[in-house]
């Protein structure tokens, strides 16, 4: 079987609910609305690398590269 017959969107996880997500959801409002700011923002201004480390300070553990794939719509929740 060939690649391409294996790969289906079945084969892609989806649905499942990504640690930014999970984040989100335990944040206070004005907390939320900064995170989704940032987020929003252009990787040059707010790069992903700098959302975690505030995350993380924060006491929420994530790495820049889950970041990064979340603002992609690469992660589990998308």
């Known amino acids: ?28 409002p004005e907390d939320l609305a900064w995170l989704d700011t940032a987020l929003a923002a252009h990787p040059d201004d707010e790069p992903a690398a700098g959302i975690a480390r505030t995350l993380t300070a924060d006491g929420h553990p994530i790495k820049g590269q889950t ?12």
């Open 1 to 28: 079987m060939s690649l391409a017959e294996l790969h289906t969107r079945d084969t892609v996880r989806r649905g499942g609910t990504c640690t930014v997500t999970r984040i989100r959801a335990a944040l206070p």
């Open 67 to 78: 970041v990064a794939r979340h603002r992609r719509g690469e992660c589990t929740c998308e």
